[in-house]
C-alpha cells in the first residue's frame, strides 16, 4: 500500500562500499546495492601526489580566506568520451580513475585537489599577508558509470542511493576533527566552466567556515534570537501559503523560485520539516529528496529542449561541533542562463558592489517552471 498522500515509496536495499587506495595513495569508495562490490587489489605501495604551491592566502580587506592551486591548470579537459576519466576501465592499458569495469556510485579523491589532507607547509610572508596550509580534502563524486546520461535521466531510487552516498560522505568527513564544513555541490555545463562531462558532482570539506555559509548561518541566527523561529521554516511556510513560486513539492519536499531570487530560473529546495543536515532526513525524506531533485532537472532539461547548465549547492549544518539552531537543510540551483541562448553574467553591480540585479519576476518564471512536463 503506498503511504498518505499517495506516493509509492520503493523498496530499500542495504547500503554497501568498500574503499580502495590507488597506487598514489589517494581512496576511492565503491557503493552498491543490486550488484557485488568490485574486486580491486590494493596496490602494494602507494606514491603520493605532489602539490606545488597550494596553500590558503588571507584576503585581508574582506577578512576571507582565497585558496591558491596552481597544479589545477593541469586538469583534463573536455577529453572524447572514449577517454573519460570517470568512466571505468574496460582496458587494463588505459586505466582510468576507477580501476573496474563497472560500478553503481564511486567517490574517489580530486587527482587535482584545492584542499588535501595533509597539504605542503604555506610560503611565508609578512603583514598585511597571511598564509596558512590548504588543509581539507576535496572528492569527486560519480553518480553512474553511465557515460551519456544526466541526473534529470536516472530513475528515483538510483538518485536515493546517490543520497544514501552523500549522506554517508558527509558523516565520514563529518567525523574528521580538522573538517569544519562540508560542502556538497555540482557543477553542470561548459558554460559553468566544467572541464568533464561525465555526470559527477564534489564534495569539498573544509578545514574553516567558508564566508557564503557563515554569512547564512548568522543572518539565520539573528533572525532566530529575534524572532524565536527558523527563518528557513517560515520561508518555507510563506512560499507554501503563497503558492506562486512553486514549482514542484511532495510530502517532504518542495521546490520553488524563491522571492528574492538572484538568478533567472534559480531553485530552491527545501525540506518541510525542520532537518538541520542529510544526516536528520529519515528514509521517506530522502526518496522525497530524490523524487524532487528529478522533476526540477527534469524540468530545467526540458525548458528549451538542451540540459540546462547549472551550479548545485547543498546548504547544511557545519561539522565544527558547534551549536547551529537556524541550520535547515536546503538547496540552490542557479543556472546561468536567462533564455535560451543569453547567460547572465555577474557584471560591474554584481561582482563590484554584491548587489543583483534580475531582469526577470520569480513569479514568471516559476510559472514558466511548473508549465514544462517532465519527460519520462
Not at 527534469?298 to 547549472?310: C, E, H, I, V
Request: glycine letters at 6%; charged letters at 25%; hydrophobic letters at 35%.
Amino acid at each position: 500500500m503506498p503511504p498518505a498522500g499517495g506516493m509509492p515509496r520503493l523498496a530499500a536495499m542495504p547500503l554497501r562500499k568498500a574503499r580502495v587506495t590507488k597506487p598514489d595513495g589517494r581512496h576511492l569508495w565503491y557503493y552498491a546495492w543490486d550488484r557485488p562490490l568490485p574486486e580491486v587489489a590494493q596496490p602494494s605501495r602507494a606514491h603520493k601526489l605532489e602539490s606545488e604551491g597550494l596553500e590558503l592566502r588571507r584576503h585581508p580587506v574582506l577578512d576571507e580566506w582565497v585558496i591558491v592551486a596552481p597544479e589545477r591548470q593541469g586538469r583534463t579537459f573536455l577529453p572524447p568520451a572514449r577517454y573519460c576519466p570517470l568512466c571505468p576501465t574496460r582496458n587494463a592499458k588505459s586505466p582510468t580513475e576507477v580501476p573496474s569495469r563497472d560500478y553503481e556510485i564511486a567517490v574517489f579523491e580530486n587527482r587535482f585537489p584545492s584542499l588535501r589532507s595533509d597539504p605542503p607547509a604555506p610560503s611565508k610572508t609578512r603583514r598585511p599577508f597571511e598564509t596558512s596550509r590548504a588543509l581539507g580534502t576535496c572528492e569527486v563524486t560519480l553518480y553512474t558509470s553511465a557515460h551519456d546520461t544526466t541526473l534529470a535521466q536516472l530513475p528515483v531510487e538510483h538518485i536515493t542511493r546517490l543520497v544514501e552516498v552523500w549522506t554517508d560522505r558527509y558523516r565520514d568527513l563529518a567525523a574528521r576533527r580538522e573538517i569544519a564544513y562540508v560542502l556538497i555541490f555540482e557543477n553542470r555545463g561548459k558554460e559553468i566552466g566544467v572541464t568533464l562531462t561525465h555526470p559527477h558532482g564534489q564534495i569539498y570539506g573544509f578545514s574553516y567556515l567558508p564566508p557564503e555559509p557563515a554569512r547564512e548561518l548568522a543572518v539565520a541566527r539573528r533572525y532566530r534570537r529575534e524572532h524565536g523561529r527558523c527563518l528557513h521554516c517560515d520561508i518555507v511556510a510563506a512560499e507554501l501559503r503563497d503558492k506562486q513560486r512553486i514549482v514542484a513539492q511532495n510530502e517532504t519536499f518542495v521546490a520553488f523560485v524563491p522571492h528574492y531570487a538572484r538568478f533567472p530560473y534559480e531553485v530552491h529546495v527545501a525540506s518541510k520539516a525542520h532537518r538541520p543536515s542529510l544526516l536528520e532526513l529519515t528514509a521517506a525524506e530522502r526518496e522525497g529528496l530524490a523524487r524532487v531533485m528529478k522533476i526540477i532537472t527534469q524540468k530545467y532539461d526540458g525548458l528549451w529542449d538542451f540540459p540546462l547548465p547549472y551550479i548545485m549547492v547543498m546548504h547544511q549544518r557545519p561539522t565544527d561541533g558547534g551549536r547551529h539552531p537556524g541550520c535547515h537543510f536546503h538547496i540552490e540551483f542557479t543556472p546561468p542562463h536567462r533564455t535560451p541562448d543569453k547567460l547572465k553574467f555577474l557584471a560591474g553591480c554584481e561582482t563590484g558592489a554584491g548587489t543583483y540585479i534580475l531582469d526577470a519576476k520569480a513569479e514568471d518564471t516559476a510559472r514558466r517552471l511548473r508549465s514544462v512536463a517532465p519527460r519520462t
